[in-house]
């Protein structure tokens, strides 16, 4: 629930124990009423909403509306009857109320080697639709220098809040030690928000990505060794080595 507290300069009244006593709120794009709950006889009103659900949202804080009673009469008197003034000094500033504001959970592939041309996934999950705009990316740290996993828009789904984002393994991509992730999506001017317009929160809790090793280095020949010079004759074999600059395996046995 969200409270609020109205101070007066003196002690008040609720006239006739009014239960329709409310200030009117706008939450994202849902009206919602805060109703009176205590403080006749104070110089303090609280009034409470009833208690919030997923359809209450807004990352931009909410509209405060005067206080009202029923059929817009005054229903707060002073302790000798006097009808109390109902409008704000200043207008009640509610930018900085922020509900239900989502944000992300986000997993990685599995541990492995991704060698050259492999794709490793960071998969956000925001739990609820989205709407994303431009190329959203995840930094990602690896022993040869910096890459970016990327927004994936066909791998995604919005409609059920999954976002993924891909980084493939180019040449000379390295890492022996695993990965290291950013713990934030970076919009590069493109947004994410929710379906009333609302920005997501684009920051998370860290990704174990320890077990992702890349290999993105493709052997390369080091040296190339002939036999000696040299007469041979028939039966003799001439071997050649091929030396290169890290240790290989024949695929397939072949």
Do not use: C, M
């Not at 040869?144 to 066909?154: L, V």
């Not at 040296?223 to 039966?235: E, I, K, Q």
């Not at 091929?242 to 240790?247: G, L, M, S, T």
């Amino acid at each position: 629930t969200l409270a609020f507290s109205v101070k007066f300069d003196q002690a008040v009244n609720v006239a006739n124990g009014n239960d329709n006593l409310t200030i009117p709120l706008t939450i994202g794009s849902t009206a919602l009423n805060a109703a009176y709950v205590r403080g006749s006889g104070t110089d303090t009103l609280v009034f409470e909403t009833p208690a919030l659900n997923s359809s209450h949202f807004t990352s931009t804080g909410i509209s405060i509306g005067q206080i009202t009673g029923t059929n817009n009469t005054v229903t707060i008197q002073d302790l000798n009857g006097n009808n109390g003034t109902l409008s704000y000094p200043t207008p009640p500033d509610g930018s900085g109320v922020v509900i239900n504001r989502i944000g992300p959970n986000v997993t990685a592939s599995a541990d492995d080697t991704y060698i050259l041309g492999e794709s490793v996934n960071l998969t956000a999950n925001f739990g609820r639709p989205v709407q994303v705009t431009g190329t959203p990316t995840i930094a990602l740290t690896l022993d040869s220098g910096p890459e970016n996993a990327t927004y994936d828009p066909i791998a995604s789904n919005v409609a059920n809040g999954t976002l993924v984002f891909r980084y493939r393994v180019g040449v000379d991509d390295e890492d022996i030690d695993g990965i290291a992730a950013a713990t934030t999506i970076t919009l590069n001017g493109g947004s994410i928000t929710d379906a009333f317009g609302n920005q997501a929160i684009t920051s998370f809790a860290p990704v174990n990505t320890l077990g992702i090793n890349v290999d993105g280095d493709v052997p390369d020949i080091a040296n190339f060794t002939t036999p000696a010079a040299g007469v041979y004759s028939s039966g003799q074999t001439l071997a050649f080595s091929v030396k290169f600059d890290q240790a290989v395996n024949v695929a397939n046995g072949n």
